[in-house]
């Protein structure tokens, strides 16, 4: 600023100079001329007045120079006077344009088109505008340089979505958004290593599934199938609504430091709005008959939604040995909330190699890393 400042103050001390400086001059000539009009109306008149007194002496009342040699170095003298004037009014017009061009390298001049309406960046992942919105009072107009500085503040970077690697990887979660805290913070997050479990008598799983209406949704994340309503569990005297089921590679939950190809995820939901998942792991081997109705059915772009006119039966989802391990954990993509009731089959269920690649073709991995257990407990059916 200081740097910034030093040449505009001495632009600024250089114009008043010319300034005064052209005021002294004009002063000095309005006064010779204005002098020499004086003086020339006393001879006037002191030469009337003598001539009143006596007319018969002739005096002349506009004396001229004596010679023609003086006429002629009176004249040369006013000319000159003349030609120093002007010469001095030219360099102190030179002086004048010097100190503006100056002024407008330090200033810039404004330009002559308003400058458009700029929205700082929400928190959110929607897209901004930028655009003037009709109401809104138009933003003063600044110079060029000035906008410039705005854009690098105001102008938002690349917006960043979470994801499964990368900048929006799952360490990076509760940095893209505050409300993703418990990514970072939480002590009861999913998935984890299920190991040292408990061995105990556990409550089966009450199932009430059936032949039900679907849609399938790519979400950019995974492949989710969202469900009428009808199917439920029961479990602890509370029912659970089946809402959605996704799928996740490879599986996210894992068995003793083993991990498998895949997993699908069972998502329930209580009139209280606590959820419930079963999560089904996935090995190759035959051919899953619903998992096929799903490919069949996938959307041909990212963030689509297809609605199937047939049906599907969930319980083809689930194999034959219902025997579980339990833990309390979250979910296991943004926002991570706690207060999760997971139950992870111990047996898989079998596809081809060839239904895990059509998935692999549009999610290669989308498997948020093991979270500490932080020594919570873990059942298991004997």
């Given amino acids: 600023?200081?740097?910034?400042?030093?040449?505009?103050?001495?632009?600024?001390?250089?114009l008043a100079t010319v300034t005064v400086l052209l005021t002294a001059t004009a002063s000095s000539y309005a006064e010779e001329h204005e002098t020499s009009s004086s003086g020339s109306k006393s001879i006037t008149k002191d030469s009337s007045h003598i001539k009143k007194i006596d007319d018969s002496n002739e005096i002349d009342t506009n004396p001229r120079p004596k010679n023609?040699?003086?006429?002629?170095?009176?004249?040369a003298q006013h000319d000159k006077e003349e030609v120093e004037a002007d010469q001095l009014a030219a360099k102190i017009a030179a002086k004048i344009a010097d100190?503006?061009?100056?002024?407008?390298?330090?200033?810039?001049?404004?330009?002559?088109?308003?400058?458009?309406?700029?929205?700082?960046?929400?928190?959110?992942?929607?897209?901004?505008?930028?655009?003037?919105?009709?109401?809104q009072s138009k933003v003063k107009i600044m110079p060029h340089g000035a906008m410039l500085a705005a854009d690098a503040l105001l102008m938002p970077s690349r917006p960043i979505y979470w994801s499964y690697e990368g900048d929006g990887g799952p360490l990076r979660w509760s940095k893209i958004d505050a409300a993703n805290a418990k990514c970072d913070t939480g002590e009861r997050q999913s998935?984890?290593?299920?190991?040292?479990?408990?061995?105990?008598?556990?409550?089966?799983?009450?199932?009430?599934?059936?032949?039900?209406?679907?849609?399938?949704?790519?979400?950019?994340?995974?492949?989710?199938?969202?469900?009428?309503?009808?199917?439920?569990?029961?479990?602890?005297?509370?029912?659970?609504?089946?809402?959605?089921?996704?799928?996740?590679?490879?599986?996210?939950?894992?068995?003793?430091?083993?991990?498998?190809?895949?997993?699908?995820?069972?998502?329930?939901?209580?009139?209280?709005?606590?959820?419930?998942?079963?999560?089904?792991?996935?090995?190759?081997?035959?051919?899953?008959?619903?998992i096929q109705t799903i490919w069949n059915d996938l959307p041909l772009e990212k963030n689509q939604t297809t609605q199937p006119t047939g049906m599907i039966d969930v319980t083809q989802l689930l194999p034959l040995n219902k025997q579980y391990y339990t833990y309390m954990g979250s979910l296991t993509t943004p926002p991570c909330t706690e207060g999760v009731l997971w139950m992870v089959f111990k047996d898989p269920i079998e596809v081809t190699q060839e239904q895990i690649s059509i998935f692999g073709r549009l999610y290669p991995m989308n498997a948020r890393p093991v979270q500490n257990d932080s020594g919570r407990l873990i059942k298991e059916s004997n």
Avoid at 1 to 14: G, H, I, K
Avoid at 68 to 75: E, V
């Fill in 191 to 290: 998935p984890i290593d299920i190991r040292n479990g408990i061995h105990v008598d556990l409550e089966p799983i009450g199932f009430d599934y059936k032949p039900t209406r679907f849609n399938v949704n790519d979400t950019g994340h995974t492949i989710q199938v969202n469900l009428s309503a009808g199917n439920a569990i029961t479990l602890m005297g509370r029912r659970y609504e089946l809402t959605q089921f996704n799928f996740h590679k490879p599986a996210e939950e894992h068995v003793d430091g083993h991990t498998f190809p895949m997993s699908v995820d069972l998502v329930h939901r209580d009139d209280e709005g606590k959820l419930a998942v079963i999560s089904v792991l996935i090995d190759t081997g035959k051919a899953n008959a619903l």
């Fill in 68 to 75: 023609k040699s003086s006429a002629k170095a009176a004249a």
């Fill in 99 to 135: 100190i503006r061009k100056e002024n407008e390298h330090l200033n810039p001049v404004p330009p002559l088109h308003p400058a458009k309406k700029r929205v700082r960046p929400s928190s959110s992942a929607a897209m901004i505008d930028y655009g003037q919105t009709p109401g």
């Fill in 1 to 14: 600023m200081r740097t910034l400042l030093s040449p505009l103050f001495s632009s600024t001390l250089a």
